[in-house]
């Protein structure tokens, strides 16, 4: 979050005296990028790590840089992309092939309350995150597996948020996922799909957001939701939320699955029943 705030300053007003800058912890958006090249004349470098490993992927000197992305595999681990069948995939979870070349800068383990270690043991590490590869092998950040985000640095449960829009009688399926912001990183978004009967109208989407407004914290409400038509499923009739974070990353509005978005700013309705809550 901290490039995002020096931006929203005149860069160029610092002098500075700096070869290289990166960035790690959390993806950066183009416009991060592009301004503090305008300011500085220099690309911050995106890279990817965990708590349990050092920096595993980079886009490290010598090769071009792709906004958006955290790069490439380093030197030291062999990283594979890995799907929920345990095979290597397009888009999937990071993982790395351990075995005789088990990399050096791997944890040894979590220990449990016996003292034992587990955890990074067996032929691969997962770590949990997500993402998806281009043809070149860049690397580009998409979430967690479990879903979970985070949004000013807080920590949003698509489960819990979704829960609450089944409260509402206009809703019969819902997702959640985050959605691009330049200052937030990312604020929850609702793919909506409504009952039968109920038309996808400005109506529909206020009722639903003052509904939002009564039952969440500030830092948790949904900002944007999106009612259509049809949410992408599996085969077993899950929600692909994974389909949906590529959505709204690509911002793409042409795709069959978009719908009606609606913003939580576009209703100045909303005010009353924020200051509302911040009475009670």
Known sequence: MVWRLFIQEQLASFKVSLREVCGAGEPLNPEVIDQVQAAWGLTIRDGYGQTETTALAGNSPGQKVKVGSMGRPLPGYRVQVTDNDGYAAREGEVT????????????QGYQSDDGKLGGADGEIYRSGDVVFTDEEGYLTFVGRTDDVFKSSD????????????LEHGAVA????????????????KAYVLLVAGVE???????SIFRHLHTR????????KLELVTELPKTISGKIRRVQLRRLEHDDNRGDALR???FREEEFPELQKVRAAGSES
């Not at 790395?96 to 944890?107: E, I, V």
């Open 96 to 107: 790395l092939l351990l075995g005789a070349d088990r990399p050096a800068g791997l944890m």
């Open 154 to 165: 807080y920590r949003i449960s698509p489960f819990e948020l979704e829960s609450v829009l």
């Open 173 to 188: 399926e819902a997702a959640v996922v985050p959605s691009p912001d330049p200052i937030r990183l990312a604020i929850p």
């Open 200 to 206: 996808r109208t400005p109506e529909t989407a206020l």
């Open 216 to 223: 969440l914290a500030p830092f948790k409400r949904i900002r």
């Open 259 to 261: 719908g009606a978005e």
